[in-house]
């Protein structure tokens, strides 16, 4: 409930703000509206929806005057599906937004006006950069539809394109979604738990040009294997692994526990800089190559590696930033709690010839601990966390054994500022803050900073 608004007003309003999810922000004498599809400095009209104590839902019905960063978005189902958020803004406004982001909150959660936010590192084109797609399919009044959720829903937006993926995997999720009753494949169905292929995942090796495809299917033996495999191979004639994942399990999740190799080889190879991994049919691996390898190339620069320095890489997945940096130190101890990216982690360092990486599967503030308890020293310490930031338990450690210098790189602009203000008051001076752009058109922002023991 609100005093000031009410469900269903039609209202014209001017737009201050645009909210880390890439909603529109307006405020009507001091409350504030989200109004998504808005962009700052636009006076809209809208519909009131939910009203809340501190904070109300608008629909955007008509843009009195628009923005001049405002455009049309590229994408044609852009407006209903949930990948994106940003398309109707125009990229050279992403990157300011997103840096002002991030301004924000190391100015007001941090506090530390004074620290640099650089301007965001941008792609030259931001297009066609994943080199993941995860395509749902389903059966709808008789025809398959494959494409991608409706944001917060489980209603699949259907589509033959989605110009943030590969052109392979367009053709792949296209080719298959109007070909696969004629042989006789069907989608999968969530109310009834049946139908054969629940999902379709493309990867690609941007670097090598090696294709995956994967096809999670309901059951492991379906009479029209073959027949899809040809299919595939016909459509992306390139592609060198067809997996197959069966998930007979009534869930959201996509994998299911048993992969079978269809046809080529059970992983690809992709390259960062001058380093080379094996990606299988479910390995965490960066979803836009480019872009990792600026942002592992910040990491290392902040790293100031010499070649002599005893280094930590905290939550480290397979491995990818941990050998990047092998390469100029004396030793680099990886941790991550799933123990599959560790194996992972291990078997690609030994692709690449790197004996100074070694890699612990565990919780990192666990671990860590336990390497400083065994007398080990550290002079820098890289953390990649999750979303929710570095467990407390971490930081404490951070800051009773005070490595030199410690490289943040984070997915969330909002828990990287409380994780610095924790570290500043225990005695560490951030540097400075650089954002990188791995998700354009999305309201995501990476970032990487700097922080060094005050003197
Ligand atoms: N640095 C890697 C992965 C970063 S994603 C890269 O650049 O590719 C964050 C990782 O943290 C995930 O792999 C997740 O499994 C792992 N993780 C989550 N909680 C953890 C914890 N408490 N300890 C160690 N790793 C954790």
């Known amino acids: 409930m609100s005093f000031i608004v009410n469900q269903n007003d039609r209202l014209t309003v001017h737009v201050e703000d645009l909210t880390h999810d890439g909603s529109g922000v307006a405020k009507v004498e001091g409350y504030p509206l989200f109004i998504p599809g808005a962009l700052p400095g636009e006076d809209v009209e809208v519909q009131v929806g939910k009203t809340l104590k501190n ?12 923005s001049p960063d405002r455009i049309t978005p590229p994408c044609h189902v852009f407006w209903e599906c949930g990948g994106c958020q940003l398309q109707h803004l125009s990229y050279e406004a992403q990157l300011i937004q997103k840096q002002k982001q991030v301004r924000d909150v190391i100015d007001r959660i941090a506090k530390l006006p004074d620290v640099p936010v650089h301007p965001v590192k941008g792609m030259e084109d931001p297009w066609r950069y994943r080199n993941k797609s995860q395509i749902p399919f389903a059966e709808r009044d008789g025809k398959v539809v494959s494409g991608f959720y409706k944001s917060k829903t ?28 004629e042989i006789g494949l069907d989608a999968y169905n969530e109310k009834t738990h049946r139908g054969m292929l629940r999902h379709l995942i493309v990867r690609k090796g941007k670097a090598t040009g090696e294709i995956m495809v994967v096809l999670v299917t309901l059951k492991k033996k379906f009479p029209q294997k073959e027949a899809v495999v040809e299919l595939i191979k016909s459509v992306v004639p390139e592609v060198t692994s067809i997996m197959q994942n069966v998930n007979g399990e009534k869930t959201n999740v996509i994998f299911g526990n048993e992969t ?32 990792t390898e600026v942002l592992y190339k910040q990491a290392l620069d902040y790293a100031q590696l ?38 992972d982690a291990k078997r690609n360092a030994e692709l690449n010839g790197i004996t100074n990486a070694y890699f612990e599967s565990g919780a990192a503030e666990d671990v860590i601990p336990r390497w400083y308890a065994e007398g080990k020293r550290f002079d820098v310490l890289v953390v990649d966390p999750p979303r929710k930031g ?51 058109q999305s309201s995501h922002v990476e970032c990487v900073a700097l922080l060094t023991l005050k003197e």
């Open 55 to 66: 904070y109300g839902f608008a629909r955007l019905l008509d843009v009195k005057k628009p």
């Open 154 to 181: 489980h209603h699949i937006v259907d589509t033959d394109v989605c110009i943030i993926q590969s052109a392979e995997a367009d053709e792949l999720m296209s080719t298959l979604k109007h070909k696969m009753h």
């Open 260 to 291: 079978i190799c269809l046809y080529g080889k059970s992983f690809i190879i992709d390259t960062i800089g001058d380093i080379q991994f094996e990606i299988s049919a479910r390995s965490f691996y960066q979803v836009n190559p480019a872009q």
């Open 306 to 343: 010499t070649g002599g320095e005893m280094v930590i890489d905290a939550y480290c997945g397979i491995g990818t930033i941990s050998l990047f940096l092998a390469q100029k130190a004396k030793e680099v101890y990886g941790v991550e709690i799933v123990p599959q990216a560790i194996e």
């Open 390 to 440: 570095c467990d407390e338990k971490l930081l404490q450690t951070i800051l009773k054994y005070k490595p030199k210098r410690v490289v943040y790189v984070s997915c969330n602009p909002g828990t990287l500022a409380r994780d610095l203000r924790i570290l500043e008051d225990g005695g560490y001076q951030t540097k400075e803050v650089q954002p990188v752009d791995m998700f354009p």
